[in-house]
């Protein structure tokens, strides 16, 4: 009887330092860090053909954990004045936003001649402007997003 009760004591404390090691052992490959660095680029053209992108010159984006642009942000870079950035992410998959894509949602006002379509607006907010796959250190990535040529509103309907 005492040998049984002293084999489950010793399985016990096996089995407890084998699940602190494994909780350890994940907790490293959690927080491993991946250095990404590069230039990012705008474009007014969905082709993205080398004479319609410009480079963002001290611009401010965030990063988002996922691939969707939820509330969770990991960290924001701003771009130098070539374009340049460098940042530092635990690996997994991110999100890049602009600033207006920071701040809580807020819809804009219909006017008698402009009508805001809700959904859309909403779907526009909500999308990356890229997204990235951090999983080993990258040096001089070029990262390009589609923006709409300025005054340009997606979303937006006029009326007479």
């Known amino acids: 009887m005492r040998m049984g009760f002293f084999s489950l004591i010793v399985l016990f404390s096996v089995l407890t330092l084998f699940s602190a090691s494994c909780s350890r052992s994940n907790e490293h490959r959690k927080s491993e860090k991946v250095h990404i660095s590069?230039?990012?680029y705008r474009s007014y053209n969905k082709s993205v053909k080398m004479d319609t992108q410009y480079t963002c010159i001290n611009d401010k984006f965030y990063v988002r954990i996922s691939n969707v642009n939820k509330n969770n942000s990991a960290d924001s870079i701003i771009t130098d004045s070539t374009g340049k950035f460098s940042v530092e992410l635990e690996k997994g998959n991110y999100c890049f936003?602009?600033?207006?894509k920071n701040a809580p949602l807020q819809m804009p006002k219909d006017s008698p001649n402009?009508?805001?379509d809700t959904a859309c607006y909403r779907s526009y907010y909500d999308e990356c402007d890229f997204s990235l796959d951090a999983t080993k250190d990258t040096d001089n990535i070029r990262?390009?997003?589609?923006t709409p040529w300025p005054g340009y509103m997606p979303c937006l309907k006029f009326s007479r």
């Open 38 to 40: 590069g230039i990012i």
């Open 114 to 116: 402009e009508k805001w």
């Open 143 to 146: 990262l390009c997003y589609f």
């Open 97 to 100: 936003v602009e600033g207006w």
